[in-house]
């Protein structure tokens, strides 16, 4: 399975903008879907945050769409998330995945999680 490595979170006031982004360890270009999910605190599950197609086609959670921008870059074998207008509901940990649909199934994978944390 590819392996996938997070960078770019951090602490930001709230209105502020990050910038994520996830390094594959080999080629995406066979990787049907790839894109991030979040954990907030207090919460088990993760969330579907922004995905992008092999083609292009992306997904948005409602919540972010209009301020979060997903893209991949498959000659860089990276995948990011442009986050603007942050608002404290934004803070989670945000985990870069990798499958054959938007939701997990089998033989996707998760990078390790980046703290994202956006303060009042």
């Known amino acids: 399975q590819v392996q996938l490595v997070e960078s770019g979170g951090g602490l930001v006031q709230s209105g502020g903008s990050l910038r994520l982004s996830c390094a594959a360890s080999e080629s995406i270009l066979s990787i049907e879907v790839m894109g991030w999910y979040r954990r907030p605190p207090g919460q088990q599950q993760r969330e579907l945050v922004a995905v992008i197609s092999r083609g292009g086609a992306t997904q948005y959670q409602p919540t972010v769409k209009g301020r979060f921008t997903v893209s991949r870059d498959n000659a860089k074998n990276t995948v990011y998330l442009q986050m603007d207008s942050l608002k404290t509901e934004d803070t989670a940990i945000y985990y870069c995945?990798?499958?054959?649909?938007?939701?997990?199934?089998?033989?996707?994978?998760w990078g390790q999680g980046t703290q994202v944390t956006v303060s009042s």
């Open positions: 995945y990798a499958g054959r649909t938007a939701l997990p199934t089998t033989g996707h994978s």
